[in-house]
């Protein structure tokens, strides 16, 4: 059964700096696209962060330059370091695994499985 499990979040104040981890198992991870998405109460889910099973990395305009998305392979795990935090960035963050070479990502319905979320509170 495939398994993903988030840690790292928490409540903190704008401007400061968390990491969110995602340990994954039962599955190869090496060949699978890694993602973060978030939900804020009210709202839509949405995309942050993919990277690809090559390396490569995308990010939504609202956090670029301040989240990095990041895969160590050998321990089947990503993560999320998130800097200069703004309350705009308060959300449930999950991360999602894509059973297939890249494709899009953008669209939440693109990835087959979830972890159960992380809570990440920013107070102004």
């Known amino acids: 059964e495939v398994q993903l499990l988030e840690s790292g979040g928490g409540l903190v104040q704008a401007g400061d700096s968390l990491i969110l981890s995602c340990t994954a198992s039962?599955?190869?991870?090496?060949?699978?696209?890694m993602g973060w998405f978030r939900q804020a109460p009210g709202k839509e889910r949405e995309w942050v962060s993919f990277?690809?099973?090559?390396?490569?990395?995308y990010y939504t305009d609202s956090v670029k330059g301040r989240l990095t998305i990041s895969r160590d392979n050998a321990k089947n795990m990503v993560y999320l370091q998130m800097n200069n935090l703004k309350p705009a960035d308060t959300a449930v963050y999950s991360c999602?695994?894509?059973?297939?070479?890249?494709?899009?990502?953008?669209?939440?319905?693109?990835?087959?499985?979830w972890g159960q979320g992380t809570q990440v509170i920013v107070s102004s």
């Open positions: 039962s599955f190869t991870f090496d060949d699978v696209p």
């Open positions: 990277i690809s099973e090559s390396g490569s990395t």
């Open positions: 999602a695994a894509m059973m297939a070479p890249l494709r899009g990502g953008s669209n939440w319905r693109q990835w087959d499985y």
